[in-house]
């Protein structure tokens, strides 16, 4: 009787979700994107799995070359939102903002990194900035959280690129150990009186 209870709490302390569950997934997708100052393009991708979603934005389109732009607007030096790379003008702001809805309690690990800009993050209202980084926060069900980050690029091959994954926070064997416990001394009791 002794191994079955011990299996039996083995089995119900693993994290209990199936490939088809989702735990992370967008929230709010008509009010969110992708901002950019001036609508100027930039590349952008987001994705989402059951456990992990990842969000990634890249080369910023060039404007125009720098010799018609100084020619028709004026002195680059006079525009601090522009950078120059390559004899063309770019937009300086690269930022995304999202939301996620958490639907079971988990531990989401967040990592990121980025090259060619200066960028910083606020992940599920943690600021946090470095070209590389993790982070993990218990999110609970229900929560809906935000994912903002970009900054400024300086190179045209600026990218940046966040990956989220979540995995559920198993309960103890020992409370699945406690409950048969637990029942066994009712049931001893009852015998007795």
Known sequence: MRVI????????SAPAFSASTSIIMPAVTHTDGVSVNGGAGIGFTRSCTDTRCSI??????????LSYFETEVGPISDYPRFFVDDD??????????????????????????????????????????????????????GDVFKVIGGGSAYSSDAQLTLNMKAGL?????????????????????????
């Not at 209870?5 to 119900?12: E, N, Q």
């Not at 990634?56 to 389109?61: A, C, E, K, R």
């Not at 926070?169 to 009186?193: E, K, T, Y």
């Open 88 to 141: 063309y003008v770019y937009w300086k702001e690269m930022s995304f903002g999202l939301s996620y809805l958490v639907t079971q309690t988990s531990l989401v690990t967040f990592d990121w990194t980025y090259s060619g800009m200066n960028a910083v993050f606020n992940l599920a209202g943690v600021n946090v900035n470095g070209a590389l980084g993790t982070i993990s926060l218990l999110l609970h069900a």
């Open 56 to 65: 990634s934005i890249s080369d910023p389109t060039p404007l125009e070359y």
């Open 169 to 193: 926070v198993p309960i103890p064997a020992s409370l699945f150990l406690f409950a048969p416990a637990l029942l066994g001394l009712i049931g001893l009791r009852r015998r007795l009186s």
């Open 5 to 12: 209870l011990i299996a039996f709490a083995c089995l119900l």
